[in-house]
């Protein structure tokens, strides 16, 4: 092999991409052969020098903070279970939203039952009202001092209702009125209680209208008071006797 | 675990063992540090959103370090960088022998400053820039810088000889320059 054969090979040499064979041969060569042995010098020093020369930069620590966060698999991970989270959150809330409203619904029911059992339990008593009379402004001034409110009656001429009385009612431990007024054979329990936040909770909406074992309830909350009208009367004098009330409310 | 999670998981500890030679490599070929990162950033996100195409058992090194390569060939500065390349690969002189008309190199070698190579590499043409430095920085075989850069080995070989030869020439320029 020839000089210039053996030169043409420095730098695969020194790159170490001959073959193996050819790599022993050229180092048996090399100990041989001052001028290629030179060369293959003179060439590994070339590249140990831009071997140096060329690790010349070095990435910042910040940017390698922020490439190693974006593809490190924990936040990866967070991104993708984020659409999961998302739907969990969702089932969550639903359930949530569910479970308030089911237990505010179990809730008014009981106290719709609790204040129909009260509107039975006095129209059987031998006396169902305690302060007898069709006067509005008898009835409502009996309860000063009795309840922490006070309230409107409506006129009732012209109308098929007449008041029989009132009497103090409680629910919730809290004390309220109860009147009751005739409608033809039918007597309707008109109770107002405080809306406290409990009674607020039960009846999340405004205005709700409910068939409790047959006994028709309308009831509304007005100026931080909760209305019930029930009894077994037509629904819709039961609705008509509410609209006066409401009316008297707000008048 | 999930077969996103042990993708992610080997993606990384293929990758971040890379991030020094990455970065280095992109900012010889962009200039600046704003722009390698850049580069960089742009490497990382399309090689892990890619990874499910990679195969394994082949070189996670050359794939990624093309994929940088390819990624700077479309951005604006090297866009700008290629089309200065005076001469295209396929007619290319072969690999001849080592350039003795060049002498004394070792002498040459010893006035050279770290710098003035630098500056000298910094000069080189991306194409020529960038086989030196994925074979001597890099340590990239051959059939590595092949895979890398997209062109066949004998390509990978010419150009080598090219760009050393391109360097000292440069160097020799500068330290004769420097000693008048």
């Known amino acids: 092999m020839t000089t210039d054969i053996w030169r043409s090979k420095v730098e695969?040499?020194?790159?170490?991409?001959?073959?193996?064979?050819?790599?022993?041969?050229?180092?048996?060569?090399?100990?041989?052969?001052?001028s290629c042995s030179s060369d293959a010098l003179?060439?590994?020093?070339w590249k140990r020098a831009i071997r140096i020369a060329g690790q010349r930069y070095g990435p910042a620590a910040e940017f390698r903070r922020r490439i190693n966060h974006q593809i490190s698999?924990?936040?990866?991970?967070?991104?993708?279970?984020?659409?999961?989270?998302?739907?969990?959150?969702?089932?969550v809330i639903l359930v949530a939203g569910w479970f308030a409203y089911s237990t505010s619904q179990g809730r008014s029911q009981q106290l719709c039952s609790e204040l129909v059992d009260i509107h039975v339990a006095d129209l059987a008593a031998s006396t169902p009202v305690e302060v007898v009379s069709s006067d509005r402004h008898t009835v409502k001034p009996w309860f000063q001092g009795k309840v922490p409110f006070t309230f409107d009656l409506p006129e009732l001429e012209n109308s098929p209702f007449t008041l029989a009385g009132g009497r103090l009612a409680y629910l919730n431990h809290e004390p309220g009125s109860e009147l009751i007024y005739d409608v033809r054979r039918h007597h309707i329990s008109v109770f107002i209680f405080r809306d406290t936040p409990e009674l607020a909770r039960s009846f999340s909406s405004k205005d709700v209208s409910r068939d409790v074992l047959k006994f028709y309830i309308e009831s509304w909350s007005a100026h931080g008071l909760r209305y019930f009208v029930l009894g077994d009367a037509n629904p819709t004098d039961i609705q008509q006797l509410a609209a006066l009330l409401k009316q008297a409310g707000n008048g | 675990m999930s077969t996103a999670q042990t993708s992610a998981d080997q993606f990384e500890q293929l990758a971040m063992p890379l991030f020094d030679s990455l970065y280095n490599f992109a900012h010889w070929l962009t200039g600046t540090r704003e722009e390698a990162e850049e580069l960089v950033q742009e490497t990382y996100l399309k090689a892990l959103k890619g990874f499910s195409g990679f195969e394994q058992g082949t070189n996670f090194r050359a794939w990624i370090f093309r994929i940088l390569r390819n990624a700077f060939l479309t951005s604006r500065t090297g866009l700008k960088a290629m089309p200065t390349v005076p001469f295209d690969v396929a007619d290319e002189e072969t690999v001849t022998a080592a350039v003795s008309e060049e002498t004394p190199e070792s002498l040459l070698l010893r006035r050279a400053s770290q710098d003035a190579i630098q500056a000298a590499l910094e000069q080189l043409p991306v194409i020529f820039r960038e086989v030196v430095l994925l074979c001597d920085v890099e340590d990239m075989s051959y059939e590595e810088i092949s895979q890398t850069v997209g062109v066949p080995i004998g390509t990978v070989m010419s150009r080598l000889h090219r760009a050393r030869r391109a360097l000292r020439q440069l160097l020799q320029e500068k330290v004769h320059g420097s000693c008048q």
């Open chain 1, 12 to 34: 695969r040499y020194i790159d170490a991409e001959l073959s193996d064979e050819d790599m022993r041969a050229m180092s048996e060569h090399l100990r041989e052969c001052a």
């Open chain 1, 42 to 45: 003179q060439q590994l020093q």
């Open chain 1, 73 to 91: 698999p924990q936040t990866r991970l967070a991104w993708y279970w984020k659409p999961a989270f998302a739907l969990a959150a969702v089932a």
